[in-house]
């Protein structure tokens, strides 16, 4: 096989790691929390994150096959349970590819202003235009991760000019008439209950993502030693990332006025028109659109690595672990993703039966993006009782350390999957509500093994035959 065009260096891999690791979308989340949530920032850092980080590097070391923690767990515990879990942590981001998209383009009408009406008053020219972004991403993937690469270097560049933007209109609206928030006399405790439950699902959800690099092992100059430095920096910017914009928020706004879907640009918005300097609020919303188009794209490149290893594994089939000879891109995997996207955005805009199994999708990826983790910090805990290979990465602490940090890795995630469970206050059937949930996952868990199945079966009878 052509060996793969090593298309990304470290300031590429730097922003990819933004666009994946860092979400303005779950700062407007813990602002609605109050105060309360900045401590819980850092504890979700240190517990999640942080773990993660570490078991990311030296598993990275450990195994050379394309895939991630799709093919760590294939090689630890077996074939089956590599393609569950890769098909978890695929099949998840299907529906959040296609609700980032219904996003950033209700971003883009916004900041079109009147002109922008159209796009939202009539839903077909919406969905059109949608399908259309979903192809062009596809595109940009499919000619090579050099080409892609870009979408995410501008959507994390944005991340951090948007931050920096909340932070600076909060320093100003600060200096006028103080802070909306008292944050003296604020509690800081974690709140209890379904709430502060939603609440640290939300925050592993935010600081997921360091696990992605490993995907574009083959495809980064400087290998090991690139990706070892840009997840070394990951922790301390996620810190400061998600501490910097709640904090502004909370500065602008009070937490009731900090709504979980729109926070901060409403509070970029509403502080730039209290410092009359209103007309420069729709260059937040296009900023806001780019950070959302910079995180489709690097979460679309990623995701298709999925299928395109399960390719070359003879899951599926073997047109899957093609790449382009020339740009690297697994150009099957991509093309088959993008017709699946284009296939859920479409449902998703469709009539009201359509929009239940929608429903039912996006249902079954809230509690399934978070099992791969146990698969992961599953691997990481097994191997630390094998012979590592020669001159790998080891975590601080030698053994000890790396089982004390995987214990903690995987106890967050636990503590993280049990809260999914636990449903919205606003639900008027609790139970029920918990339930479906739980109905959803096993749906989804339950595809995976069907699928799996009758994929060995054709590899045998095609072997046989």
């Known amino acids: 096989m052509t060996d793969t065009p090593r298309a990304l260096g470290f300031g590429d891999l730097f922003f990819y790691a933004a666009a994946v690791a860092l979400s303005i979308r779950w700062i407007s989340v813990a602002a609605a929390a109050g105060p309360a949530s900045l401590p819980l920032w850092v504890v979700a850092v ?7 980080i570490v078991a990311t590097a030296e598993l990275t070391g450990w195994f050379s096959h394309e895939g991630g923690v799709y093919a760590w767990t294939a090689a630890a515990f077996g074939p089956f349970w590599g393609f569950l879990c890769g098909w ?17 383009l209700n971003l883009a009408a916004l900041a079109a202003g009147p002109a922008g009406r159209p796009l939202l008053d009539h839903p077909w020219l919406f969905t059109g235009l949608a399908v259309a972004l979903s192809i062009v991403v596809g595109a940009l993937h499919y000619v090579g991760l050099g080409t892609g690469k870009w979408l995410s270097n501008i959507g994390g560049v944005s991340n951090f000019v948007l931050v920096a933007l909340v932070a600076l209109v909060a320093l100003g609206v600060l200096a006028r008439r103080g802070s909306a928030t008292d944050f003296a006399h604020a509690g800081y405790a974690p709140p209890l209950g379904a709430n502060g439950a939603i609440l640290w699902a939300t925050m592993v959800f935010g600081v997921g993502g360091p696990e992605a690099l490993a995907f574009l092992r083959n495809e980064v100059r400087g290998g090991m030693r690139t990706i070892m430095a840009v997840l070394a920096t990951v922790a301390a910017v996620q810190i400061g990332f998600y501490l910097a914009g709640t904090g502004a928020i909370l500065a602008i706004l009070t937490p009731a006025d900090a709504t979980r879907l729109s926070g901060l640009p409403d509070a970029v918005i509403g502080g730039l028109k209290e410092l009359g300097l209103g007309p420069l609020a729709p260059l937040v919303l296009i900023a806001a659109f780019l950070c959302s188009l ?4 690097a979460w679309f490149g990623v ?58 999708l996006v249902a079954m990826a809230t509690l399934s993006y978070t099992l791969p983790f146990l698969f992961l910090f599953a691997v990481f805990l097994v191997v630390q009782f094998r012979a590592p290979p020669d001159g790998i990465w080891r975590a601080p602490g030698g053994r000890a350390g790396a089982l004390a940090i995987g214990a903690v890795g995987m106890g967050a995630t636990v503590v993280a999957v049990l809260c999914t469970l636990v449903p919205s206050p606003d639900a008027p059937d609790q139970l029920g509500a918990a339930l479906k949930l739980v109905f959803a996952s096993a749906v989804l868990n339950l595809s995976g093994v069907v699928f799996y199945v009758v994929a060995k079966r054709r590899a045998a009878a095609r072997a046989g035959s």
């Open 46 to 52: 240190v517990v999640f994150s942080g773990p993660l």
């Open 88 to 104: 978890l942590y695929w099949a998840s981001n299907l529906p959040f590819f296609s609700g980032v998209l219904v996003f950033m």
């Open 294 to 297: 910079g995180s489709y794209s």
């Open 303 to 360: 995701a298709a690595r999925l299928p395109f290893a399960a390719g070359i594994d003879a899951v599926l089939p073997a047109s899957f672990g093609r790449r382009d000879p020339k740009t690297g891109a697994p150009v099957v995997s991509i093309a088959a993703q993008t017709i699946i996207v284009a296939a859920i955005v479409l449902i998703s805009q469709a009539g009201a039966t359509l929009k239940a199994g929608y429903d039912f």
